[in-house]
């Protein structure tokens, strides 16, 4: 069986900045090692090899156009009750959001359930357990401003999460690219 999902594995520089804001001042924070931080653009969980084939497949037939995005602020998740896991947010999630329902309708076919709750994209930093709240709410306060370095998105990852005494390891299994692969050699517009 293989657990699976689908996110933008985010480039070094993004991970870095990431790392910047992350690491220290929560008691109760686990932090997402550099090496697993990636935003989900949907969960699909457990699947056999054959289903793993079919999905992989008709991943392979989304065709999406490369954008440029990114990251900014801070949250928790829920946004009421006890905080479960930090995360940062994403500036302008449109053409994000359409490439996740692309991939939602395309999933459908295959027998995998619809996505039911409104996509929020963002990128876990931490989760959370018995953290005490003057930390989060400072942790918050400091970082409300965070803004990642824009970066092109023209690809996204269909991973495999395996679990392992120390925690959960993501393995690549296939990486879709966009139509434009490349914006920086698209022609840009020049400020007036």
Same mark, same amino acid.
């Given at each position: 069986m293989y657990r699976l999902f689908v996110a933008l594995d985010l480039p070094?520089?993004?991970r870095q900045q990431l790392q910047e804001i992350s690491g220290y001042g929560i008691q109760g924070a686990s932090w997402v090692v550099p090496e697993n931080i990636h935003l989900t653009l949907k969960f699909i969980g457990e699947v056999?090899?054959?289903q793993l084939e079919d999905i992989s497949g008709s991943?392979?037939?989304? @065709?999406?156009?490369?954008f440029e995005m990114k990251l900014k602020g801070t949250g928790c998740f829920p946004p009421k009750g006890e905080p479960r896991s930090l995360w940062a947010g994403v500036e302008d999630d449109s053409a994000l959001?359409?490439?996740a329902r692309k991939i939602d309708q395309r999933?459908? @076919?295959q027998g995998i359930?619809?996505?039911a709750r409104k996509f929020s994209p963002h990128v876990t930093l931490a989760r959370l357990k018995a953290s005490r709240e003057e930390h989060l709410v400072s942790f918050l306060t400091y970082h409300s401003l965070?803004?990642?370095s824009t970066f092109t998105v023209n690809e996204f990852v269909l991973f495999a999460s395996v679990r392992t005494p120390r925690g959960s390891v993501y393995q690549k299994l296939r990486t879709y690219r966009s139509d434009q692969a490349d914006l920086s050699s698209a022609p840009r517009e020049q400020p007036a």
């Open positions: 070094p520089e993004i056999d090899g054959g991943l392979s037939e989304i @065709r999406f156009t490369a959001a359409h490439l999933l459908v @076919r359930p619809r996505e965070f803004q990642s």
